[in-house]
């Protein structure tokens, strides 16, 4: 089973979960995770893009983006407020992807190489500073357990720690983890788990030996997953270069072709 | 009587924009932004640019490629699914182009605190992060004065001139936008910046605005120029005319590392929009 499919279904299942009354989507596989949440016990469950609609109708091809939200149909929670004034709130969820993560639950989206002096520029800050500052829900959802991303410290600090009590989970081809106070634990682990931990040090987590090894994904959530994303947008998170370029093509021509 | 046409050509809009300006440019990634301006601005040679940007795209990418922008004050920059803005990135890593990176909301405080004519404007979100330290003259950690954990003062940004592209705009400047504007940049940048250039995909009838008044997103009064270029996003989205052109992004993220041929043909070359649609293949939509 490929690490898109497990990742997804399990990132539904968690959504589905976590009593939320929102989830801003931030990537196609989010947006897949949300829409399979609501077939697997919240219904109600609302979508929101960055800035834009809450919910839209019909559902968007999820290669066009935010802005297909819109679409020609019905946004029935049009422009209400933004994500961030939502993320306050505390009953919101967020999934992204920062370029590093740390012991700390520290975020980096800004460089590697010293603060104002990067090695290598990344995209910058965007949002990760207000998730990360905020109570409500945060998964962190990486296509590698890599000790690259994952890091005892971030070089640039640009989403902080979270404050105590918010829920903070990791979500890798090595498993589930969760911040506590000790540092990250490991909810659930994948059969390769054990070895890409041992192999990526750096946050820190501690195995007990007694994880529960998971190698499938749960057949309701991985179905629920697959008619929210039918295409499989969600794999193109977990390819790189030509590779996520081809299959984001073909895709794309895919889901053009079934919207007329 | 009707008041004065704010109507310019696309060269006379450009013109408008002065080398060392403070530029609020519209953009969020792959979204909507004013391309034939920027292209325009490229054509004159524009220089030592701030660029203020939520999240900049292809646009900063161009613009950076050419020589144009010195600094850039934004969230991020990046073409999200076909990956970074690599000449932004070599100019970031070069140390040609400085950056003030904030927060979306430290932006958006930024902006609407010169928009009220208000010194700063308070956030939360960058407190604990690196980046406070990187901006002591523009962002600084304040006591709550009603007894609250601090907060973060965010110093007002009020750029020389704000770009946008909208859907239709008429001879007043009155901007129409389908179905709302799906971005705060948008409802922002009229409200901070000193002068507004309008780019519109077509323009209006007067009475076609007035019939339907709110669905006017800019008065006319805060416009300054107003220029119809159809397709004038091209190859950013402009929801729900067109979307963003994909094959057209690949293409610039292949030629970015070695621009020149890619930006002759398209960016330099190009001297009206129709010579433009035509170099890279597209019709004027009906």
Not at chain 1, 29 to 48: H, K, N
Not at chain 1, 73 to 92: I, K
Not at chain 1, 137 to 157: G, I, K, T
Not at chain 2, 54 to 69: E, N
Request: with cysteine; hydrophobic share 45%.
């Amino acid at each position: 089973v490929s690490a898109a499919d497990l990742l997804t279904a399990a990132l539904a299942r968690e959504i589905a979960a976590a009593d939320l009354s929102v989830f801003a989507v931030t990537s196609p596989a989010t947006a897949a995770a949300a829409l399979a949440a609501r077939e697997l016990g919240a219904p109600d469950l609302a979508r929101a893009g960055g800035f834009t609609a809450l919910d839209a109708s019909p559902e968007p091809a999820l290669t066009r983006g935010e802005a297909a939200l819109f679409s020609a149909g019905e946004a029935p929670r049009d422009w209400v407020m933004d994500t961030f004034v939502l993320l306050g709130r505390g009953r919101v969820g967020v999934a992204v992807t920062p370029a590093q993560l740390d012991a700390a639950g520290r975020t980096n989206l800004s460089g590697i190489g010293p603060p104002g002096a990067p090695k290598v520029a990344l995209p910058g800050a965007r949002g990760l500073p207000d998730n990360n500052h905020s109570p409500s829900r945060v998964w962190y959802l990486l296509p590698a357990h890599s000790e690259r991303q994952l890091v005892e410290r971030v070089d640039v600090v640009c989403g902080a720690a979270p404050p105590p009590g918010a829920t903070r989970r990791l979500l890798t081809p090595a498993g589930c983890f969760e911040l506590a106070d000790a540092g990250w634990r490991a909810l659930w682990l994948t059969p390769a788990g054990r070895d890409l931990v041992a192999a990526a040090p750096g946050l820190g987590v501690a195995l007990t030996g007694a994880e529960e090894v998971v190698a499938e994904p749960d057949p309701e959530a991985l179905e629920a997953v697959e008619r929210a994303d039918p295409h499989g947008v969600r794999r193109v998170e977990f390819a790189s270069g030509k590779e996520a370029a081809a299959m984001w093509r073909e895709i794309a021509e895919m889901e053009t072709g079934a919207a007329r | 009587m009707s008041a004065p046409s704010k109507v310019v050509s696309l060269e006379e809009a450009a013109a408008r924009v002065r080398d060392g300006d403070v530029v609020a440019l519209q953009t969020m990634a792959t979204f909507t932004s004013p391309m034939a301006l920027v292209r325009e601005l490229i054509r004159q040679r524009r220089k030592d640019i701030t660029l203020v940007c939520l999240v900049g795209g292809i646009a900063v990418d161009w613009l950076a490629a050419s020589g144009s922008i010195s600094r850039y004050v934004g969230a991020a920059v990046t073409m999200e699914r076909f990956g970074m803005c690599q000449q932004y990135r070599r100019g970031v890593e070069s140390g040609r182009i400085a950056v003030e990176e904030l927060s979306e909301t430290a932006l958006l405080a930024r902006l609407a605190a010169a928009a009220r004519g208000l010194p700063f404007m308070t956030t939360r979100g960058l407190i604990g992060t690196d980046l406070i330290d990187l901006q002591p003259d523009n962002l600084k950690l304040i006591d709550d004065p009603f007894g609250g954990p601090p907060v973060l003062a965010c110093r007002a940004l009020a750029p020389d001139v704000a770009l946008v592209h909208v859907h239709a705009a008429d001879e007043q400047g009155n901007c129409r936008v389908e179905p709302t504007a799906l971005w705060p940049d948008l409802r922002l940048f009229p409200k901070a910046a000193r002068r507004l250039i309008v780019t519109c995909e077509r323009i209006a009838d007067p009475d076609e605005l007035r019939a339907e008044p709110d669905r006017t997103l800019i008065p006319g009064f805060a416009v300054d120029a107003v220029v119809p270029v159809p397709y004038g996003a091209h190859p950013t989205s402009l929801f729900p005319l067109y979307g963003y052109d994909a094959d057209f992004h690949l293409e610039w993220v292949k030629a970015a590392r070695e621009p020149d041929e890619f930006l002759d043909r398209y960016v330099r070359g190009p001297a009206t929009q129709e010579e433009y649609l035509a170099a890279v293949g597209r019709e004027v939509p009906a």
